[in-house]
């Protein structure tokens, strides 16, 4: 039997050419800066996003809270999303460790936040109310199908940020996969950003570890925050080294997994019993709706997992695939059969 892990693109392990970086990298003590694999992972992070400096970091989680302790102060207010990871899926960990107050504003179907909602949540000065100090966008948008957002939009919500006085944050956990899908660098998206996070343990394959980028000054302080978490990981090189495979050899290949995305919500909406629109999917996520019957979300998940296809529920009708680079062409249609097959 087959086994098709579509539960999500962290499920992906590393390649043969990142186990032989691993066993022969360079190591030091990252605390004191003398990890020669981080600081050159570090450079090559720094230069493909167009930003000064970048740091590395145990996960997204981590390069999120670091980003944001490292931007606000306690009682400082936070725009974002309310279909944002960092909303969702951090355990209010802004809230718990910095005293970051969180203003949702409505995510739209593709992950934006309308440019009015974003300037109408801005507080004006008054004593009653939170300083606003930081705008966060997610691109692409884990919750809003994967959706990538688009440099020109990148640029609007800078300029309100700008205007205000305020910071952007990017949650780019899978940047990549939106410069693939939109064809461009990936530094056009992080251009207006003050500090971006990317992920190197999904699409891209490494075994763990996020990059956050900004100026060199803002750089500095959050080595300080990913300290104070207990980030502070000496012979990170061992992991670093995967990390510099992962931004060489694994991002233009995205577009296989974007591809078998398509595939998927294509031959989905062909099959009775599911619901989903694959016009959305641009990058690596589908999601989709379970209609009609006794059919449930974790029954689907338990009858797949028989077949050797793994996927997540999300909601009480919703299931999420995500494609990865262990995910074939041929495991879609796979998956598909199997899909026919249960339902
Ligand atoms: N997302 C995971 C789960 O936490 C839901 C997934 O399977 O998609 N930002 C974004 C946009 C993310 O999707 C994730 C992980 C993170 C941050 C956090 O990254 P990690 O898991 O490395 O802390």
Redesign the pocket.
Known sequence: MRNVDLR?D?VTKPTAAMRQAISTAQVGDDVFGEDPTVNRLEEMAAERLGKPAALFVA????A?IVCQLTHCNRGDEAILGDQS?IFF?EQGGSAALGGIHPRTVPNQIDGKLSLDDIEAAVRPDNIHFPRTRLIIL?NTH?RCHGSPLDPDYMHAVGEIARRYNLKLHV?G??LFNAAVALGIEPQRLAADADSVSI?L??GLGAPAG?IVCGTREFIAQARRARKVLGGGMRQAGILAAAGVVALTEMTERLADDHANATKLAEGLANIRGVSVNAKLVRTNIVYFEIEGGDMTPPLLEQRLKNEGVLLSPTGPSQMRA?TNYHVTSDDIEYVLNSFSKVL
Not at 59 to 62: D, E, H, I, K, L
């Open positions: 999500s962290t996960s997204g989680t981590m999120n990871h899926y997610e884990n949650d956990a899978r992920c343990s999904k996020s995500v």
